[in-house]
Nanobody, 117 residues
């Protein structure tokens, strides 16, 4: 089993920044991709950004140029630096950890990000 714990959410004004962290622990061998999804009010959960163990990244079009995902493989931790935040970024942000090339997927409990206008 893998435990996934997020931190760093909060309330920020539009144009501000936040940094989310997600640490995986437990059976962390063969972790591949790590990433962030979000679910806003009335919306489906969507991919925000992901990063492989080799450092390849993927971003949703809506966050390109504003958000940066990074990873510390030694600490099994992934980060999401969010700049120029907009009210539409308001959502619960979930960390996703993938093992064995997608055979096993683990989610964190979510952290709330609220951007006020």
């Amino acid at each position: 089993q893998v435990q996934v714990v997020e931190s760093g959410g909060g309330l920020v004004q539009a144009g501000g920044s936040l940094r989310l962290s997600c640490a995986a622990s437990g059976s962390v061998f063969s972790i591949n991709a790590m990433g962030w999804h979000r679910q806003g009010p009335g919306n489906q959960r969507e991919l925000v950004a992901s990063i492989t163990s080799g450092g390849s990244t993927k971003y949703a079009d809506s966050v390109k140029g504003r958000f940066t995902i990074s990873r510390d493989n030694a600490k099994n931790t992934v980060y999401l630096q969010m700049n120029s935040l907009k009210p539409e970024d308001t959502a619960v942000y979930y960390c996703r950890v993938e093992k064995d090339y997608g055979i096993k997927v683990y989610w964190g409990q979510g952290t709330q990000v609220t951007v006020s206008s």
